[in-house]
C-alpha cells in the first residue's frame, strides 16, 4: 500500500509558536513511517508558510526554543490545495499541531474545508466555540456540567453592575486567549480595575469569574475508530509560590508536576471521564481534546475549558495521560490520522 502524505503543520502566528514547533518535532520522531510518509510545513510568526526539511531540528537546543526560519522555500497554500514553485504537495491529509488563534480556532480548518484537505482534530465550529471562553461556557452549562460563576466583559460597553454580585477572589481573563496570558487573581476591588485593563490587552472581550478553589484535574479525549475514549485523570500540581497555573508555572521547568490522583472518593474518576466525553460532544469535537476541570473539596466537577489541540509533545499532558491509559505516543498519532480518514467533510452541501 503506498503511504499516506501527511503534512504536519506546525509553528503559526499564536504565542505558542514555540510549543507547537516541539510538539511537530516530537510527532516526526513517533510517526508510523511504515503507514505516513510526513512532510514538515512550517508557518512563520508573519504568517508565511514554508517547507522544511526532514531532518529540521524542532527541540531545544542548549536552551534556545524552536522557531519557523522564512528564508525556507514558501510553499503555497491555497483552495487549489499546498505547492512549492507549482509543483504540489500531494498531500493526503494535513495534521494542523498548532495552538491559539490562526491555528487551533477554526480558521486553518476552514482553509483545509475550502481546499478539500482532510485535517486531524476538531472541526470549523467546535475549534471556533472552543477557543472562546464566553461561547463554550454557556454551551457546557446547558448541557448539565457545571461552571464557574462570571460574566462576559466587552471592551468599551461593560459596567461595574456586571460583577457586583460575584464574590472574591476573582478570576479575570480574555475570552481567547492560551498559556494564562492576561490572566490575574483578584483579591480585592482596589486590584479589579488594573486586571481588567491588563486582560484587555490581549482580547476586547474577557471573563471575570469567581475562583474555585478546588485541585485542577484534566483528561484527555481520543477518537478511536469512531468512537471518542477518556483518558486516566491527571492533576496538576503546583509547586513553589505561583497563586494559580500561570504562564510561568506552565512553561518554566520544576513549576509544575503531574500526578495520577489516588486518593479521589471512588467514582469520581469516572465521573470527570463521563463529563470530559459529554464536553467533547456538547462542542461538537473531533478526533482529540484535553478536557480541564477544577474538582473542589465539597465534591464538585467543575469544568475550566476544553482545548481542541492540547500541546503535544512528547512530554505534554495529553500523551501523558494516554500514556497511563496504555497507549503510546505513536499509536495516539495513528489513532488521530485514522480518525481524521474516516470521517466525512464536515460542511453539509
Ligand atoms: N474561575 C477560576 N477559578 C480558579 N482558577 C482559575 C479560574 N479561571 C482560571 N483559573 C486559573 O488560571 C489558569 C488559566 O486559566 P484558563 O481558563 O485555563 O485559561 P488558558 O486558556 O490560558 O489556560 C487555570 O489553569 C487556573 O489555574
Ligand atoms: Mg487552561
Same mark, same amino acid.
Given at each position: ?13 499564536? /504565542?505558542?509558536? =514555540?510549543i507547537?514547533?516541539?510538539s ?11 503507514? &505516513? ?40 497554500? $491555497?483552495?487549489?490545495?499546498? /505547492?512549492?514553485? %507549482? ?10 499541531i498548532?495552538h491559539?488563534?490562526?491555528?487551533e480556532?477554526?480558521?486553518?480548518? %476552514? ?10 482534530g ?32 466587552? !471592551?468599551?460597553?461593560? !459596567? ?10 476573582? &478570576? ?6 492560551g498559556?494564562?496570558?492576561?490572566? /490575574?487573581?483578584?483579591? /480585592? ?10 486582560? &484587555?490587552?490581549? $482580547?476586547?472581550?474577557?471573563?471575570? =469569574? ?8 484534566e483528561?484527555a479525549v ?18 513553589? +509560590? ?17 500526578? &495520577? ?27 482529540l481534546a484535553r478536557v480541564d ?10 469544568? +475550566?475549558?476544553l482545548n481542541t489541540m492540547p500541546g503535544f509533545t512528547?512530554?505534554s499532558m495529553y500523551p501523558?495521560l ?11 498519532? !495513528? ?15
Open positions: 500500500m503506498p503511504k499516506l502524505r501527511v503534512g504536519i503543520l506546525c509553528g503559526g502566528q499564536s /504565542s505558542e509558536h =514555540e507547537s514547533c516541539i511537530a518535532g516530537g510527532i516526526m520522531g513517533a510517526i508510523d513511517r511504515d503507514r &505516513f510518509e510526513p512532510v514538515l510545513i512550517g508557518i512563520t510568526r508573519a504568517g508565511t508558510w514554508v517547507l522544511l526539511d526532514q531532518a529540521a531540528k524542532l527541540e531545544i537546543i542548549d536552551g534556545k526554543l524552536p522557531e519557523i526560519d522564512p528564508s525556507l522555500p514558501v510553499i503555497t497554500a $491555497d483552495i487549489h490545495g499546498f /505547492s512549492v514553485n %507549482g509543483d504540489p504537495l500531494n498531500l493526503d491529509l494535513v495534521f494542523p498548532l491559539g488563534p490562526y491555528g480556532d477554526g480558521t486553518i480548518q %476552514g482553509m483545509c474545508e475550502v481546499a478539500g484537505i482532510r485535517y486531524v476538531s472541526g470549523v465550529l467546535a475549534s471556533a466555540v472552543a477557543m472562546d471562553k464566553s461561547f463554550a461556557k454557556p454551551i457546557f452549562a446547558s448541557h448539565g456540567l457545571q461552571v464557574a460563576d462570571g460574566t462576559v466583559l466587552v !471592551s468599551g460597553e461593560w !459596567s461595574a453592575q456586571q460583577i457586583a454580585h460575584l464574590s472574591y477572589p476573582l &478570576f479575570v481573563k480574555p475570552a481567547r486567549s498559556s494564562s496570558r492576561g490572566t /490575574s487573581k483578584v483579591k /480585592s476591588f482596589d486590584t479589579l480595575l488594573k486586571a481588567i485593563e491588563y486582560a &484587555f490587552e490581549y $482580547d476586547t472581550k474577557i471573563l471575570v =469569574e469567581s475562583a474555585i478553589n478546588g485541585r485542577e484535574i483528561c481520543l477518537e478511536i475508530a469512531g468512537t471518542p475514549h477518556a483518558s486516566p485523570v491527571g492533576e496538576i500540581k503546583i509547586l513553589g +509560590n505561583h497563586e494559580f497555573y500561570d504562564f510561568e508555572a506552565k512553561y518554566l521547568d520544576d513549576a509544575t508536576e503531574v500526578v &495520577f490522583p489516588q486518593d479521589l472518593p471512588a467514582g469520581v474518576e469516572a465521573q470527570i471521564q463521563a463529563a470530559a466525553m459529554l464536553a467533547f460532544k456538547a462542542l461538537g469535537c473531533e478526533g476541570f477544577f474538582y473542589t473539596d465539597q465534591g464538585e466537577i467543575i469544568i +475550566n475549558e512528547p512530554t501523558k494516554w500514556s497511563r491509559g496504555g497507549r503510546t505516543y505513536s499509536e495516539i498519532i !495513528s489513532a488521530l490520522i485514522d480518525a481524521a480518514l474516516i470521517r466525512s467533510a464536515h460542511v453539509t452541501r
